[in-house]
């Protein structure tokens, strides 16, 4: 009788930058992102929807975006969200149990394969049959700021929002609103590179929907009650050309802290203690993009 062929399966593939690696691969070679990510989209046979979450260093991405999934995996506004591989707590988990002994989570690394991602099955509330496969890393704000001043620095970066269906970008809020214009430069910058990435035919408007979330609103209340006129007045260049090149964008006020203390380090520098945990405008900006992307 003739030996049956097999057939070998096909080589695992990154899903951030489509590079082939081998079958026991913890990390793509090409851009680092872990290859766990590949084998969880495979799982769920469809192609995962990405929301990539960018901003200056200090601003708050980490706390934020763990902020985030542990609300979304509590069943907040009745999403219903299920972490697809177990690397996908570890973001959430952090903050919380920094959170919980009143201090603020270590700094992201540099080094890509120190960030953390996560990888979220969720449900809509008012659309139980839509299924959003969505894959989030928290990514450092010093790579952030190396790849927008010279693109191709983190190869991951640029794949990554290539293939974004939508994009979060935090802002500080409390600096800008003392008058200092770092943050709005910043925010120019990357929505310039942005604009980049994400452009079809020149002339025309981008789609791709951002969220702008202006973090530790805490520290100045008029973010929230009207979050289009505070940045018209405190981001007046990000706001200038989100309105000149930009179709689907919207503006945020978010808050993790209620309230803060401060001390001081072995070296004698002045360290902010989060004193009480009082999330306020953490869902809504994702709720928008989900709801630009029905």
């Known amino acids: 009788m003739a030996r049956q062929a097999t057939i070998a399966p096909p080589a695992p593939y990154c899903i951030v930058c489509n590079a082939k690696s081998a079958f026991d691969a913890v990390a793509c070679a ?53 972490p697809k591989g177990a ?51 928290d990514m450092a704000g010093e790579a952030l700021a190396a790849e927008v001043a010279a693109p191709s620095t983190f190869t991951v970066i640029r794949a990554l929002l290539g293939k974004s269906a939508g994009a979060m970008l935090l802002v500080d809020a409390a600096v800008a609103a003392v008058g200092s214009p770092q943050p709005d430069f910043f925010a120019l910058k990357l929505m310039s590179y942005l604009e980049g990435i994400f452009q079809g035919k020149r002339r025309k408007l981008i789609t791709t929907p951002i969220a702008i979330v202006m973090c530790k609103a805490d520290y100045c209340p008029e973010c929230f009650d009207d979050p289009r006129a505070f940045a018209k007045t405190n981001f007046n260049r990000l706001w200038n050309i989100c309105d000149s090149r930009f179709a689907n964008f919207e503006f945020f006020g978010a808050s993790v802290v209620g309230s803060l203390g401060y001390g001081s380090d072995e070296s004698e520098n002045v360290v902010p203690y989060p004193l009480h945990v009082a999330p306020r405008g953490i869902l809504e900006p994702f709720e928008w993009i989900l709801n630009s992307l029905k």
């Open 30 to 82: 090409e851009c680092g992102a872990p290859m766990a990510l590949y084998h969880e989209a495979v799982a769920q046979e469809r192609e995962p929807c990405i929301i990539t979450v960018v901003g200056d260093s200090n601003v708050g991405k980490t706390v934020y975006l763990g902020m985030l999934l542990d609300m979304l995996s509590k069943r907040a506004d009745d999403y219903e969200a299920v």
């Open 87 to 137: 690397y996908s707590v570890n973001l959430p988990h952090t903050v919380i149990s920094y959170l919980g002994a009143r201090q603020f989570p270590p700094k992201t690394a540099v080094e890509v394969d120190e960030w953390m991602w996560a990888y979220y099955q969720i449900t809509h509330p008012q659309n139980r049959s839509k299924v959003f496969d969505l894959m989030m890393p």
